[in-house]
């Protein structure tokens, strides 16, 4: 008595009914199509003519050319894609229409038909469904990571300079005043003046540098809005020298301003006060010692332009091209080794750009820096007021 066993014979495919085929088609989230060579429609499900309808507003039928519907200027592509296909090749692309101004995305797959099971690819199914939302999410969540990194990258940045381009200074006037202190009980006046002066420099660094902190960060925290006002543009730029004088007398350098008693200006006085402190300090960082500053500003079809030339070190261009364009901050050290915090310059140039303006820096290495701040004379308001 045998006890061999056959294997079980494969189980032929069972025809799907035609209309259970028509509902299962027509139940599918996605639009389905079969079309010809040349590019005919062979068949749709009611999915793939309502996106037909509602996005190209036509009426297509069985038979009907799928032409009108395909962007001209792909027209090689799809070409080159369909004979890909026919040639037995399965693709999935995501393909970017502009329907009605607006980009809308798809994922499309394109699966050759053989019909008659001869190996002979003469038709062409497409299976698609719109992604413009998913896309449109994907973008928001990449968006929201980019200002997580810059948010970590600000937080890094600003307590690096709070730990060292602050505390250093003042560790140092610690040690100053305590030698002042000493040249007070001994009563060497001398030495008292000294030390005073020294004083009086760092402190003003001090100060200049917490102003930068503090302005910068908040511009990161996109809390920093433009108050409009009117004021003088002089009084602001003597303001400016008188608390730089400490920094530009040991040096010796001297400053010389063009600017008319008149001269007034429509915008955020203190945003303009810091543009202008810190692009007369980088004048005096950068300077010679025996050197000049020529500060100008004159008015010209609507607009104040505010010039600081020097004739000091300069910059080279890929330096004022990385601050400008990519944001990156330029620490560098100037003629008498003073040190910044390397946030003043990109902090300019934000607030020029947010108060409607713009800053423009020629530099040469060893030659000096022409720099030129351009703002609207008159504000929101007053802009309003003669309209």
Not at 8 to 31: F, K, R, Y
Not at 220 to 229: A, D, G, M, T
């Given at each position: ?64 050319s ?35 101004g607006?980009?809308?995305?798809f ?11 001869r ?40 307590l ?40 009086e ?24 809005e433009?108050?409009?006002s ?58 010679r010692?025996g ?45 008498w ?22 800053l ?27 309209a």
């Amino acid at each position: 008595m045998s006890h061999y066993r056959s294997e079980p014979d494969e189980p032929e495919e069972t025809p799907l009914e035609p209309v259970l085929g028509q509902a299962i088609l027509g139940s599918t989230p996605h639009c389905v199509a079969v079309i010809s060579d040349d590019l005919k429609l062979v068949y749709g499900n009611l999915n793939f003519f309502r996106f037909l309808k509602n996005v190209f507003d036509l009426d297509l039928g069985v038979g009907d050319s799928l032409g009108p519907v395909l962007p001209k200027e792909r027209a090689l592509r799809w070409q080159l894609r369909m004979e890909e296909v026919l040639g037995g090749q399965c693709k999935r692309v995501e393909e970017v229409l502009e329907v009605k101004g607006e980009t809308r995305y798809f994922d499309v797959a394109y699966q050759p038909l053989d019909e008659r099971g001869r190996n002979e690819w003469d038709r062409i199914v497409l299976f698609f469904e719109e992604i413009t939302a998913r896309k449109r999410s994907e973008k928001r969540l990449r968006e929201r990571e980019t200002e997580l990194e810059e948010s970590i990258a600000t937080r890094e940045t600003l307590l690096s300079v709070i730990s060292h381009d602050l505390r250093s200074p003042v560790f140092q006037l610690n040690g100053l005043l305590f030698m002042i202190r000493q040249s007070a009980e001994s009563r060497d006046e001398g030495r008292l003046q000294m030390y005073a002066e020294d004083l009086e420099e760092r402190i003003s660094h001090l100060t200049h540098t917490i102003d930068n902190v503090l302005s910068w960060s908040s511009l990161q925290r996109q809390s920093l809005e433009p108050k409009i006002s009117r004021f003088s543009l002089e009084s602001v730029l003597e303001h400016a020298i008188g608390l730089l004088k400490p920094v530009a007398q040991p040096k010796g350098v001297n400053v010389r301003t063009t600017c008319h008693p008149g001269m007034e200006l429509s915008s955020d006085r203190e945003m303009v006060a810091f543009i202008i402190r810190n692009l007369v300090n980088n004048a005096i960082k950068f300077s010679r010692e025996g050197g000049r500053i020529d500060i100008s500003a004159e008015a010209t079809d609507g607009y104040v332009s505010f010039s600081v030339l020097d004739h000091g070190v300069g910059f080279a261009p890929e330096e004022i091209l990385s601050v400008r364009e990519g944001g990156r901050r330029l620490s560098k050290t100037g003629t008498w080794g003073e040190h910044g915090t390397g946030i003043g310059l990109k902090t300019c140039y934000e607030f020029a750009a947010r108060l409607g303006g713009s800053l423009d820096i020629v530099s040469a290495q060893n030659e000096g820096t022409a720099t030129t701040l351009r703002l609207p004379q008159m504000g929101p308001s007053d802009a309003a007021q003669s309209a």
